[in-house]
């Protein structure tokens, strides 16, 4: 049920007030992050819930730009070295208290430097 919520959220960052998506950022509501596009892009193609369905990420400023879009702010980090790189962040949403942990996929940058 959890997921579920997370997935709907998700949606609505992305989903544009006319039912597609914008060209560069989209808003659903009042107050609703902007979200770029290419964060969008990541935001469709996992979950970030475990390491199999991490946010696939080039830089450690698109994971801020994934924390946003959910209106979450980072906590604790910690990196994990299984058969890729990942950052494991856990995040709080400061208006209701939530928390959730977000994996992403780093192996793309982490190997060469930042």
Do not use: C
Not at 37 to 63: F, M
Not at 85 to 92: F, K, P, V
């Amino acid at each position: 049920m959890r997921r579920a919520s997370w997935a709907a959220l998700a949606l609505a960052a992305l989903i544009a007030p006319t039912g597609a998506l914008a060209d560069n950022t989209a808003t659903t509501q009042p107050g609703a992050a902007q979200v770029p596009k290419s964060i969008a892009k990541i935001l469709a193609k996992g979950d970030g819930a475990t390491p199999e369905t991490a946010y696939k990420v080039r830089s450690v400023k698109q994971e801020y730009q994934v924390l946003a879009a959910f209106g979450m702010q980072r906590r604790r980090q910690a990196l994990v070295m299984q058969d890729k790189s990942y950052d494991r962040i856990e995040a709080t949403h400061p208006e209701t208290g939530e928390t959730r942990t977000f994996w992403f996929d780093i192996s793309a940058f982490y190997a060469r430097g930042f």
